[in-house]
């Protein structure tokens, strides 16, 4: 069964808008994008358990049930290893796509396709540092895949301690797992109407895409977030808590009035961003950088405002390289 019309349709349509701002060609970026050819069709289920070691590929899945978590890694089932979903099209998840607990070392997702996922997130994972990480190894590696219509964030990375009220049954202590990591790579990915669910009241206000802190250095690649048919949106990007983060080619485009900024990365030790464009057409139009340290800003295009550390450094089209 191959992939259905619509996943075309949204590549196409944000491939236009996107290349209408950027002034550029986007083929070659774009028709890496999502999964080609024969997909086996199957059930997501309630959950679809997930070890180290695992790949799943060329699969079809839809969810009939009323509340499911996904690609799933239980707290108590350890670490895991060695994972690939690739050439995949997940449609129509209830609650997540993916939540996975304790994902450590390469975790990687290519060529995939998340539809309609409601009312929470695609990718929810709980990121852990490992001791027995190879230099220039990647922790997660998220690559040449479409997030379409998810009902509050595409992507969500975070570093947990704890899960579950302490004391009860469902706790679990993950505070084991916050050690250093290697990179989180983000890598020619397109988010479209991300957050669609948010002025109804039934998904959380929250960035299309959210990495919160982690002992991991991030990289960010050709990341597409197209909230252009958005009249109320939420923002585009967060990035809390990495000591390194680099940022290129990226585009974050609203439509209407943005709630929130287009991009907010604080706690930083460094950040470097490159050959971006960054525009709101209503709201908070501006890049809110909080306790940066060091800030290299480049060839950069939008209207796009830059806050640095509480202060205004002008427009995005404006080079910078700024140290606290």
Request: proline share 4%; hydrophobic share 40%.
């Amino acid at each position: 069964m191959n992939a259905p019309h619509g996943i075309a349709e949204a590549l196409y349509q944000s491939r236009r808008v996107l290349e209408g701002a950027l002034e550029r060609d986007l083929g070659p970026v774009f028709s890496s994008i999502g999964p080609r050819g024969r997909l086996e069709p199957g059930i997501l289920g309630e959950r679809f358990e997930l070890s180290s070691g695992q790949t799943v590929r060329d699969r079809w899945l839809d969810s009939f049930v009323e509340w499911g978590v996904g690609f799933h890694n239980a707290p108590q089932d350890g670490p895991i290893d060695d994972v690939t979903l690739e050439n995949l099209l997940v449609r129509n998840a209830t609650k997540w796509a993916s939540r996975l607990y304790r994902a450590r070392r390469r975790m990687r997702v290519r060529r995939a396709a998340f539809v309609g996922t409601a009312p929470e997130h695609d990718l929810y994972w709980n990121i852990a540092g490992s001791d027995e990480r190879v230099p220039g190894e990647l922790s997660v590696h998220v690559s040449d895949s479409l997030f379409l219509d998810t009902g509050s964030q595409a992507i969500q990375f975070v570093q947990r301690t704890t899960e579950g009220a302490r004391g009860s049954p469902d706790f679990h202590d993950l505070s084991d797992d916050v050690r250093r990591g290697g990179p989180i790579f983000l890598e020619r990915n397109v988010v479209r109407n991300a957050g669609r669910l948010i002025g109804d009241g039934s998904a959380r206000a929250a960035f299309a895409v959210s990495l919160f802190p982690s002992l991991n250095p991030v990289g960010i690649r050709a990341l597409f977030v197209d909230k252009s048919m958005q009249e109320d949106a939420t923002g585009c990007l967060l990035v809390q808590g990495h000591e390194r983060v680099v940022i290129d080619g990226a585009a974050l485009l609203v439509g209407g009035e943005a709630h929130q900024p287009l991009a907010k990365i604080e706690d930083v030790e460094e950040l470097t961003i490159t050959g971006g464009f960054f525009d709101a057409k209503r709201g908070q139009n501006w890049l809110d950088l909080r306790n940066v340290g060091r800030l290299r800003l480049a060839r950069c295009r939008g209207t796009a405002l830059v806050h640095w550390n509480s202060t205004d450094r002008g427009r995005v089209s404006e080079d910078l390289v700024l140290e606290a």
